[in-house]
């Protein structure tokens, strides 16, 4: 690290995380795999699954272009979804 560069320490900011699923319906049909369950349990391991769990220490946004992936993921959690 350049020590003459100056570093913000705290700029108010709150950082999140913007997840996409991807791919959803080949790797349903190809290899047997839902991604939205998977994303869930990830997730849910790291108790992130929820609003109220995650909301005083990172937003998540749970992103695809895909419908039937966010249809999905909408029964098991109740983070936004783009």
Avoid at 31 to 42: R, S, T, W, Y
Avoid at 59 to 65: A, D, E, G, R, W
Wanted: negative net charge; hydrophobic residues 40%.
């Amino acid at each position: 690290m350049n020590k003459d560069v100056p570093r913000v320490q705290n700029a108010g900011t709150k950082v999140g995380l913007y997840i996409e699923i991807k791919q959803y319906a080949y790797y349903q049909k190809e290899m047997g795999v839902d991604m939205a369950e998977k994303l869930f349990e990830v997730l849910d391991q790291n108790k992130l699954a929820q609003v109220t769990d995650c909301e005083s220490t990172i937003p998540i946004i749970i992103q695809s272009f895909e419908e039937d992936a966010l249809a999905k993921f909408a029964t098991l959690s109740d983070l936004p979804l783009i």
